[in-house]
T-cell receptor, first 113, second 113 residues
Framework: ETGVTQTPRHLVMGMTNKKSLKCEQH?????MYWYKQSAKKPLELMFV???????ENNSVPSRFSPECPNSSHLFLHLHTLQPEDSALYLC????????????FGPGTRLLVL | DQQVKQNSPSLSVQEGRISILNCDYT??????FLWYKKYPAEGPTFLIS?????DKNEDGRFTVFLNKSAKHLSLHIVPSQPGDSAVYFC????????????FGTGTRLKVLA
């Protein structure tokens, strides 16, 4: 595998379910990101991890819980989501942080019923 | 309030002609700008960037122009090819020290054969 991979690619869940999104980067980067893309809206940064430490948390509701066990893996744990959380969730990585090019995975299309 | 705006949601261009995609920003602290391209079912891929110390950056068929006084940047693709059909996102980053990119809503480019 090369680049940034995300699993699952599609996910349907009920509001009471707990699920996790997984991201893995094979680029040797040390920063990883979660973005949300809703229809007709810009990509919104949710979380940033640098060297496995969370450095940005953009006022994201606590029903979204990130985890970064090492510099290659990033998870987004989902719990009691709302239908308005349905969106494309994109993971990205970069070498370092500020003004470094971010490389994106293909995304997970999430539908909350 | 959107700090990065792409006011044209879509654009159609004939193959071989020039495609011009526009982006406006409001925050004068932005000093680094990028363009990403996104195909369906794939994550955004980096295309080209420009720092505020330049007003033009060229990479093959792609040229980005930056007009700081107008807070405007544009991406020129010449000649346009059918494979360029995708959604193009403009992104901006403030002065170093942050991991945050602010994205526009995207412009869907269709290159007609």
């Amino acid at each position: 595998e090369t680049g940034v991979t995300q699993t699952p690619r599609h996910l349907v869940m009920g509001m009471t379910n707990k699920k996790s999104l997984k991201c893995e980067q094979h680029l040797g980067h040390n920063a990883m990101y979660w973005y949300k893309q809703s229809a007709k809206k810009p990509l919104e940064l949710m979380f940033v991890y640098s060297l496995e430490e969370r450095v940005e948390n953009n006022s994201v509701p606590s029903r979204f819980s990130p985890e970064c066990p090492n510099s290659s893996h990033l998870f987004l744990h989902l719990h009691t989501l709302q239908p308005e959380d349905s969106a494309l969730y994109l993971c990205a990585s970069s070498q370092g942080g500020s003004q470094e090019t971010q490389y994106f995975g293909p995304g997970t299309r999430l539908l909350v019923l | 309030d959107q700090q990065v705006k792409q006011n044209s949601p879509s654009l159609s261009v004939q193959e071989g002609r020039i495609s011009i995609l526009n982006c406006d920003y409001t925050n004068s602290m932005f000093d680094y700008f990028l363009w990403y391209k996104k195909y369906p079912a794939e994550g955004p891929t980096f295309l080209i960037s420009i720092s505020s110390i330049k007003d033009k950056n060229e990479d093959g068929r792609f040229t980005v122009f930056l007009n700081k006084s107008a807070k405007h940047l544009s991406l020129h693709i010449v000649p346009s090819q059918p494979g360029d059909s995708a959604v193009y996102f403009c992104a901006a980053s403030p002065t170093s020290g942050t991991y945050k990119y602010i994205f526009g809503t995207g412009t869907r480019l269709k290159v007609l054969a």
